[in-house]
């Protein structure tokens, strides 16, 4: 057996969520690249745990039990949680979160990167990120010191890395042959993604909204992060509530108008303008920025005027026409929807 000193070499972050809009598994975009490193639990043999493991919530201390479908679903949340982290050791170990302070290989880990009390320093001299979306429903209160506690080490060891002091990797349950170094980690979606709008007037008014990488990079999506794999890039974002909420907007306009992912990232088409204005207006209140293709010009109220058109029958018809310098008038049919609504008030009278 090896004298050489026990030091901790890297953590792994272990990412196995479900692929959203029929994107690719985790799994399948990482290359395979083993780690040296075997996963170890609990033994027989006397162990020095953490002085503070007896403060720590139960799924720190102990194997859960679960007897009732409410308390599954629980347990699996805490699990999920706290074997997301993996220290790697010199040595050749690998130890979860879950299990470190039960250890005694945990006091070759930094105080900073171990779980800790909310009391500890470390807790609260964390570097303040945006929580990582690890429950996107309100947590009941056995899951709440839980998360509370690995949103803090998250912090911790994600600054760490972006400071360059730590190593990160990522993995996944499903597939432990295979790893990737991760290159950065941002909470921000603008740093990386925008809406794209797009019109197109030539036959019929056409709207294509496209979700689009500045760099042109292709990310796949998850339950809390995107992930690019050539670059090695994870932005972290609820992306499951995101896309819900979308698409339950984009239901409303139409039970057939779906999110689509055929062309590689999310995009979608509308052929209201009225719809269009709604949607772009709801995506700015989102964290995502919108972008509209091509040049907006604001148009004086003497280049625009609106047209009566009569016909022999005695019918007429309301157009709207623009003048944009150096293109084609813009002509828009019928009333504006809040010139209908006011006339319909003012034929029906308000109630």
């Known amino acids: 057996m090896s004298n050489e000193p026990i030091e901790l070499q890297s953590i792994s972050l272990v990412l196995d969520e479900p692929s959203l809009l029929k994107g690719a598994s985790v799994s399948s975009l990482l290359p395979v690249a083993p780690l040296n490193y075997k996963l170890i639990g609990p033994s027989k043999n006397i162990e020095t745990s953490a002085s503070h493991l007896s403060f720590m919530p139960e799924v720190f201390v102990r194997r859960l039990s679960a007897y009732s479908k409410y308390e599954f679903v629980i347990v699996n949340q805490l699990y999920r949680m706290v074997e997301m982290i993996r220290y790697n050791f010199s040595n050749g170990a690998q130890v979860t979160a879950k299990e470190i302070l039960r250890l005694s290989i945990h006091k070759y880990v930094p105080e900073e990167f171990l779980p800790q009390l909310k009391s500890s320093p470390w807790h609260l001299d964390s570097v303040s990120l945006k929580p990582w979306p690890l429950t996107q429903t309100d947590a009941g209160p056995e899951v709440r010191p839980t998360e509370d506690i690995m949103q803090a080490l998250l912090n911790r060891i994600i600054s760490a890395h972006r400071q360059k002091r730590l190593s990160l990797f990522i993995q996944t349950h499903s ?92 995009a979608f088409e509308l052929k209201s303008e009225t719809k269009t204005k709604d949607i772009i207006t709801y995506l700015r209140s989102r964290a995502v920025p919108v972008k509209i293709a091509g040049d907006s010009q604001a148009i004086a109220a003497h280049k625009s005027q609106t047209e009566i058109h009569f016909n022999d029958s005695g019918h007429f018809t309301i157009q709207h026409e623009a003048r944009v310098p150096g293109q084609k008038n813009i002509t828009r049919p019928g009333w504006s929807p809040l010139a209908a609504h006011y006339l319909m008030c003012l034929s029906q009278g308000l109630t």
């Open 175 to 266: 597939q432990s042959t295979k790893s990737l170094p991760i290159h950065a980690i941002d909470f921000e979606p603008d740093s990386e993604l925008e809406w794209s709008v797009e019109f197109n007037e030539r036959k019929g008014f056409k709207t294509e909204f496209k979700l689009v990488s500045h760099r042109n990079r292709r990310f796949y999506f998850y339950d809390s992060f995107a992930f690019e794999p050539e670059n090695a890039v994870i932005i972290v974002h609820p992306w499951k509530t995101e896309f819900s909420q979308l698409q339950e907007r984009l239901s409303f306009i139409s039970d057939t108008l779906m999110l689509d992912t055929s062309n590689g990232m999310p």
